[in-house]
């Protein structure tokens, strides 16, 4: 089992910065691949950004050039450094971990989700 606890959500008014953080525990050694979702009230989740072990990053089309992911593994976290924040970026942020497979991921273990909020 991986425990995911995410951080770092809060109220930012358009054009700012956050940084979400996701600590990860457990049988962390199960997982080669973390990213972050988010679901705004009635969306779609979208997948935001994943990271694998090897280093293989993608981003989702709408926060290309603005958010960045990244890791410490010796900290077992993940980082989402979300720059140039939007109104439409207001969402509830999932961290996920899980098993990065040829075509995709399995995500396998969600944390409880942090609250983004951007104001106009």
């Known amino acids: 089992q991986v425990q995911l606890a995410e951080s770092g959500g809060g109220l930012v008014q358009a054009g700012g910065s956050l940084r979400l953080s996701c600590a990860a525990s457990?049988?962390?050694?199960?997982?080669?691949?973390m990213g972050w979702y988010r679901q705004a009230p009635g969306k779609q989740r979208e997948l935001v950004a994943s990271i694998t072990s090897g280093g293989t990053i993608n981003y989702a089309d709408s926060v290309k050039g603005r958010f960045t992911i990244s890791r410490d593994n010796a900290k077992n976290t993940v980082y989402l450094q979300m720059n140039s924040l939007k109104p439409e970026d207001t969402a509830v942020y999932y961290c996920?971990?899980?098993?990065?497979?040829?075509?995709?991921?399995?995500?396998?273990?969600w944390g409880q989700g942090t609250q983004v909020t951007v104001s106009s």
């Open positions: 457990g049988s962390i050694f199960s997982i080669n691949a």
């Open positions: 996920a971990a899980g098993v990065a497979l040829l075509h995709g991921v399995s995500w396998g273990s």
